[in-house]
């Protein structure tokens, strides 16, 4: 094998043009161990055509051997000729040594074409080929993911995590962790979560972890994990806003707030960030920086429809009620898509005199909260005032019908009835 060797060593040292003219004479002279070997060498080097062409040379005088085929059908995907590695790759005898090799080969390239019910079959034979084999569980449990087959998956993960927590390259403790969090099993997920980081610290993974722990309501473990993330590397963004709500979740208001201004230093452009940090602020009482931060939200977004909405709250709150009717009507949304805003527009215009467009909203509006004791309160009130008194007692006797009770509302129905 030293015409071999010699190949590779100049390959090593740059010197591609005599490892070239060395392969050459191999692909004409060479024995079968020689072609085979080099074919082996060359795939792993990066030069595919060389290794095609000495697989193919093989395969002239080993026609039907599997462990040809499976190289020659590597070097045809590392080649983008896929096609041309699932003819070669079927016709494969299942009594081949290489057989369960190549089912896992086809079933990669028939996921990686969509076809996922065929990927499937070929894997389930594969496990047959080779049922002590975990590479097989694990690509079963990659291709259930895929599909979203979640408990399939995590049956697969399982028994691929009898033989080892490290398989193709992938955790597989990382792998459970993301699955049974996506899938909602949040607690579950956490240990698995906890034995990924414990080999080795991977910044998504330590993501995952502290957002799963902030789902599963461990808000303080949460907070721990996206410290340490924001330690290891503090233009990870996403940690800001959820750093945030797990602080929240603590009753530790401040640090929340802190925390997303920290974050808006680092991401300018998150209009989550600048939302959040509104409502943090108008909770903290500090309504300048909430109408700041609202009023960036929007700049960034202007069809942020809950930053809007958030806006108009506190500007109700102040009356200003010209600041609810500019901020509306400089809105890229529909008001129909979000009700609220046509109520916000009635009280706003009723507020500033203007009867007529209070009248328009109110009406607009009464389709949609219909069920809504608060809107019907302003409603009808607003009715009275305007005499609409027919109107307003279909709204009273509407309020008095889901609270029988209440004497207020009995009063009004009878008092509207007489006149």
């Known amino acids: 094998m030293n015409r071999v060797n010699k190949i590779i060593s100049m390959l090593e040292n740059g010197q591609h043009t005599e490892a070239i003219n060395e392969y050459n004479e191999v692909l004409q002279t060479g024995t079968a161990d020689e072609k085979f070997l080099l074919g082996e060498e060359m795939l792993q080097y990066g030069f595919l055509e060389e290794a095609i062409s000495l697989f193919e040379n093989l395969l002239l005088y080993y026609p039907g051997e599997g462990e040809i085929i499976v190289l020659l059908a590597e070097a045809y995907i590392d080649n983008d000729h896929e096609e041309k590695a699932i003819l070669l790759l079927e016709d494969i005898e ?8 190549a089912l896992l ?3 990669d390239l028939y996921q990686m074409q969509g076809l996922y019910e065929v990927s499937e079959r070929k894997l389930l034979a594969a496990k047959v080929s080779l049922p002590d084999e975990p590479v097989v569980d694990f690509a079963l449990a990659e291709l259930y993911s895929s599909m979203g087959e979640v408990k399939k ?18 955790n597989i403790h990382e792998r459970l962790a993301e699955i049974l969090s996506a899938s909602g099993a949040f607690e579950d997920a956490l240990p698995h979560y906890e034995k990924a980081l414990g080999n080795k610290v991977e910044i998504n993974t330590l993501f995952g972890f502290a957002f799963t722990a902030l789902q599963a309501g461990f808000s303080r473990i949460a907070i721990e994990k996206f410290t340490e ?4 590397d503090p233009e990870y963004h996403s940690l800001y806003l959820n750093l945030a709500k797990a602080y929240e979740q603590e009753d530790e208001t401040q640090n929340a707030f802190e ?7 680092r991401d300018q452009f998150n209009k989550d960030l600048f939302f959040y940090g509104g409502k943090l602020a108008l909770k903290l009482g500090l309504e300048r920086e909430a109408e700041g931060m609202l009023r ?4 960034l977004d202007p069809g942020f429809s809950e930053a809007a909405l958030t806006l108009n709250k506190l500007f109700i709150h102040q009356d200003r009620y010209s600041d609810v009717i500019d901020l509306i009507e400089n809105l890229d949304v529909n008001e129909h898509a979000e009700p609220q805003f046509l109520w916000d527009a009635a009280v706003s215009y009723n507020e500033l005199e203007e009867f007529e467009k209070a009248s328009e909203n109110f009406e607009t509006a009464y389709n949609f909260f219909k ?5 019907l309160n302003d409603y009808g009130y607003f009715l009275i005032e305007e005499g609409k008194t027919g109107k307003a007692a279909e709204v009273f006797n509407r309020l008095l019908k889901n609270d029988p009770s209440n004497e207020e509302y009995a009063g009004l129905v009878e008092r509207l009835s007489q006149e």
């Open 94 to 101: 299942d009594d081949d040594p290489s057989y369960g090799e």
């Open 105 to 107: 080969l086809l079933a």
């Open 153 to 170: 998956s995590i049956l697969f993960y399982e028994e691929a995590l009898k033989e080892g927590e490290n398989i193709a390259g992938a």
């Open 229 to 232: 993330l924001k330690n290891l």
């Open 259 to 265: 925390t997303v201004q920290e974050g808006i230093g």
């Open 296 to 299: 960036e939200a929007l700049a």
């Open 371 to 375: 069920e809504n004791e608060s809107f």
